[in-house]
């Protein structure tokens, strides 16, 4: 596969520590056979950069360390290859992640053990569903989500299931797109018009009109929305937090000073039409 060598020889380039030339062919190839249809050449790419390479879990890491202490225990729930939390781990956080796919989960043991060989692969990335993980009762300081609850079906279990496993005080960061916002779908990458997440075949017929293959869509993906999640995580007992800085963006009495301080910081976060769920969410201190 041509494109695969050129995919390999860019990989290299980039940070020759990260990657083996084995690796590179072998992920490629298993990016094509589980996007075919749905992502191009150029998606693909760019999921390798991004999620296979550091580019974004740097952004991630800058994320959780400006809050989290040294030492604290985080898990990265659909940790894919491993990137986000090598990074954290680098950066003096605990983290550990948990990934449903066994193929991403040994690529990330892999690079592990020759990035850190001072860590475990086997305790550190664990492959199954996280929904049925035996994590015990509040023994985590975060759990993130990165991408990765718009292919979780049942959000509001998993939502839970992160309640359970965190200290007081612990936070759950989120990252997802909005399907609710006119934005390009975001693995597809063609226009989307947010009454398709009403209806699923409608969505796939949309998709086929556009030249591509909805089988992904129909099997992975489950269109998650700001409000939603909002008021998942209201219902679950979470204070809802802006990730830039950790400012309180529930809507609430004690909030109202800050409300009427800044309506638009607000507006702008609990806006139904946000282009992104972006957010941090904190169990109080005074719950278990």
């Known amino acids: ?3 695969a060598v050129e995919m390999r020889k860019q990989a290299i380039e980039v940070d020759a ?6 690796d590179v062919d072998e992920v490629v ?23 296979i390479g ?11 360390t400006a809050h989290l ?32 796919a066994p193929f991403e989960v040994n690529f990330a043991q892999r690079r592990l053990a020759r990035m850190r060989p001072q860590d475990d692969p086997q305790l550190v990335f664990k492959q199954g569903d996280a929904t049925k993980l035996d994590q015990p009762d509040t023994s985590l300081d975060a759990v993130t989500f990165w991408n990765v609850l718009e292919h979780i079906e049942d959000c509001e279990a998993m939502l839970k299931a992160a309640w359970r496993m965190l ?15 006119h934005r390009l779908e975001a693995h597809y990458h063609v226009p989307w018009d947010p009454e398709l997440r009403h ?12 030249g591509r293959d909805p089988a992904y869509f129909l099997t992975s993906i489950f269109c ?22 950790e400012m309180s963006m529930a809507l609430t009495f004690r909030n109202l000073p800050a409300m009427l301080l800044q309506p638009m910081r607000f507006r702008k976060f609990h806006h139904p039409a946000r282009e992104s769920i972006t957010l941090v969410a904190r169990k109080p201190a005074n719950r278990m």
Request: aromatic share 12%; net charge negative; with cysteine.
């Open 1 to 3: 596969m041509g494109y």
């Open 17 to 22: 520590r990260h990657y083996v030339e084995e």
């Open 29 to 51: 190839e298993y990016l094509y056979n589980i996007y075919k249809g749905a992502f191009t050449e150029k998606s693909i790419r760019q999921h390798f950069d991004n999620y």
């Open 54 to 64: 550091f580019s974004y879990a740097e952004y991630t890491t800058a994320v959780v």
């Open 69 to 100: 202490p040294r030492g604290s225990k985080l898990l990265d729930i659909g940790c894919g290859f491993g990137s986000t939390v090598i990074a954290a781990r680098n950066a003096g956080i605990d983290a550990t992640g948990i990934e449903i």
């Open 167 to 181: 200290k007081p005080g612990g936070r759950v960061y989120i990252e997802c797109p909005n399907y609710a916002a």
């Open 199 to 210: 209806d699923r075949e409608k969505a796939a017929d949309y998709l086929r009109s556009q």
């Open 224 to 245: 998650r929305t700001n409000e939603e999640v909002l008021s998942i995580l209201k219902g679950i007992g979470f204070e809802p937090l802006d990730i830039a800085d």
